[in-house]
């Protein structure tokens, strides 16, 4: 069956020429007597049902959320609250009636979320696109589905150790657990698949802590794909939850909920859900996107499903790789020199397949694969993507993080690692502090910036969030705060990790630095303020905020004169004759030319002179020449009009 273009914008109710750019874009004819067939028609009607639907929404969502959904700043949503008589913090909820009338104003349609489909539809879903993927992926002999990776983080005792030590002991046999803690810091685990009965593999990386997570992004290697964040059930949000959340935000991880020790006298479940939704996680049962699990690590209860959990939330992601790639790429996640064995380096795959005898550049070092051993500690002859394995033949040990790559041989190997080592050395001595209140404002210039960013550390949890809170409150519509991470305790070398990787400044209060820390500042180039008094604090951060304002100028007028005559030099310049009218003119000054109540040219007064000498202003009463670079068409009784411009000081109050 066919249709005219005229008759399907009649169908949709839509112009022919708005429904001719969506037919350019795909391009499909678009003239009004064009004829489309069935296949295109449907086509367009989808793309443009799925342009104009409303935005999804859960029922509750965060006005810091709702401006990230709808693409408004949060303070403009504020004053839109403000106007319908709520009065909201970024982080607090607004339920769907309340985000729509928000949304309105903007001209922004929403859809509150309704009946939510069963974990099980979804697993069942996902699984079907699974298979069509990795059967199109096969057929092109490029993309294959790979095994997620898993980091578990928390607060300390809420049960991290405990939950690894269930899945190693589960689903790993007992003779290969001694293999993991003696060999490697990451292992895999294998998991049936309920809807297809296969088996499917996933890969726990056993890192020290939520530092590594900065650590890799510092460095570039974004290894996890998903992070399990435990919470207790009989202690809730505690300081290293709040620490783990915003790690695994910043690296844009997808976060799923484990509610551990549900067995244990005084579990609350639900208050560990309504204290993570105050941290921007809302459970999926209270109509928010984030996947909780009650488990008891201890006791094994629901473990399989925290796992199908993670498999669901991995195929929704559509995680692939290339197995058969030229060059294969991985990430250092730890790396040892070990007596008998060289340097040891645990590294997870991510594209391509590793084999032995294949030459490898990570970082500043270099070798060959000459023994490769998996997590169970046994020999291997290759490695495909999210492997993670241990490799013996660097020359020396790489740094976590470092991007390990495939060459073609020894020689190439060596050259790339001399050639980076000798490029970090120069530009550690070429290195200018990276961060500073005072050079912010030529980046800010320049495009890169548009916010303060700030690692924030306090002595206590009550006088973090007092100070995080004034911090916040410092709005204005050309630069902000941003703070990218905060905690409690004394500033650490990791804090410096996190200031560099997001270019930070550290502000501490009531605290103090930890040994290294300066020097480990000093290397990365990143600028530490310590303060006791928070007025002196907020006054030194107000202050410089002020500093990287646009500059605003006041205009002062000088006075004016009237054309009379021009006369032209050898060189080519236009003399013009004047006679001052009023106030006075001087040299260097803004001009502004007006005919009437026209305004013909504005530029600068380039040279002024009484008969033939130079002069740099000329009082009311007098005859000058002035020259104004740009300009040359005058007529008589033209004006001239001289002023200069006052930077005015800004402040942010």
């Known amino acids: 069956m066919q249709i005219t273009v005229k008759d399907l914008a009649k169908e949709l109710k839509i112009s022919i020429k708005e429904l001719g750019s969506y037919l350019k874009d795909l391009g499909l004819p678009g003239k009004g007597s064009d004829i489309l067939s069935s296949e295109d028609a449907q086509a367009v009607k989808e793309i443009i049902e799925k342009a104009n639907a ?85 057929t092109a002999g490029k993309l294959l589905s790979r095994p997620p990776v898993v980091t578990v983080m928390g607060h300390v005792d809420h049960g991290k150790t405990t939950l690894l030590d269930a899945y190693r002991h589960t689903h790993v046999t007992e003779s290969e657990f001694g293999g993991i803690t003696q060999h490697i810091g990451a292992y895999q685990v294998e998991l049936e698949d309920k809807s297809t009965g296969e088996k499917r593999k996933i890969t726990f990386l056993d890192t020290p802590g939520h530092a590594a997570f900065t650590q890799m992004r510092a460095r570039g290697a974004s290894v996890t794909d998903i992070a399990i964040l435990v919470v207790a059930a009989d202690d809730a949000v505690m300081p290293q939850t ?16 484990a509610i551990n020790k549900i067995d244990k006298e005084g579990a609350n479940p639900e208050k560990c859900k309504q204290q993570l939704m105050d941290h921007g996680l809302m459970c999926e049962e209270w109509g928010g996107d984030t996947i909780c699990v009650e488990i008891s690590a201890k006791k094994k209860i629901n473990l399989d499903e925290l796992l199908e959990m993670v498999l669901l939330v991995a195929d929704m992601a559509e995680l692939k790789a290339e197995v058969s790639a030229s060059k294969v790429q991985g990430a250092v996640i730890e790396a040892h020199m070990e007596q008998g064995r060289g340097v040891v380096a645990t590294v997870l795959i991510q594209k391509g397949t590793l084999k032995i005898g294949t030459s490898v550049v990570a970082g500043e070092t270099h070798g060959k694969v000459r023994a490769m051993f998996d997590y169970k500690g046994e020999n291997i002859q290759k490695a495909g993507p999210s492997t993670p394995v241990e490799i013996i033949g660097l020359n020396a040990a790489p740094s976590a993080g470092d991007i390990i790559v495939s060459v073609k041989n020894d020689k190439e190997a060596k050259q790339i690692a001399e050639k980076r080592a000798k490029k970090a050395k120069d530009e550690k001595l070429a290195a200018k502090t990276a961060v500073t209140l005072e050079d912010l404002y030529a980046q800010i210039q320049a495009g890169n910036v548009k916010k303060l960013p700030v690692v924030l550390k306090a002595d206590v949890q009550g006088t973090l969030e007092a100070v ?34 997001g270019g930070a400044i550290i502000i501490g209060f009531n605290v103090s630095q930890e040994p290294g ?104 009463g007098y005859e000058c020449g002035m020259i104004i670079k740009g300009f040359g068409n005058y007529e008589e009784g033209d004006i001239i009009e001289s002023y200069s411009q006052k930077q005015i000081a800004r402040a942010i109050n």
């Open 54 to 138: 409303p935005i999804q929404i859960p029922q509750t969502i965060s006005v810091r959320d709702l401006a990230e959904k709808i693409a408004v700043s949060a303070n403009e949503i504020q004053k839109t609250l403000v106007n319908l008589g709520i009065l909201a913090t970024l982080n607090q909820s607004l339920n769907g009636d309340i985000a729509k009338k928000v949304a309105e104003k903007f001209n922004i349609k929403l859809e509150v979320k309704q009946d939510k489909e069963s974990r099980e539809e979804k697993l069942r879903k996902a699984k079907e696109q699974e298979k069509a993927a990795q059967k199109q992926g096969k």
């Open 242 to 257: 709040i620490e783990a959340i915003q790690h695994a935000k910043a690296a844009k991880v997808p976060i799923i909920v």
């Open 468 to 501: 995080k809170q004034s911090l916040e409150q410092i709005e204005h519509e050309e630069v902000k705060v941003d703070i990218i991470f905060s905690g409690i305790g004394n500033i650490t070398e990791n804090d410096v990790m996190f200031a560099t990787t």
């Open 517 to 620: 820390v300066s020097q480990k500042a000093d290397m990365e180039n990143v600028e530490i303020r310590n303060y006791n008094v928070i007025y002196e604090l907020m006054k030194d951060v107000k202050g410089a905020m002020a500093g990287l304002l646009e500059p605003v100028f006041e205009e002062i007028y000088n006075g004016s004169a009237e054309f009379k005559k021009s006369f032209r030099l050898p060189n080519g310049s236009i003399i013009a004759g004047c006679y001052v009218t009023d106030g006075k003119v001087v040299r260097n000054d803004n001009v502004r030319i007006k005919r009437g109540d026209e305004i013909l040219f504005e530029g600068k007064l380039d040279s002024l002179r009484h008969v033939k000498d130079e002069k740099s202003e000329i009082m009311q």
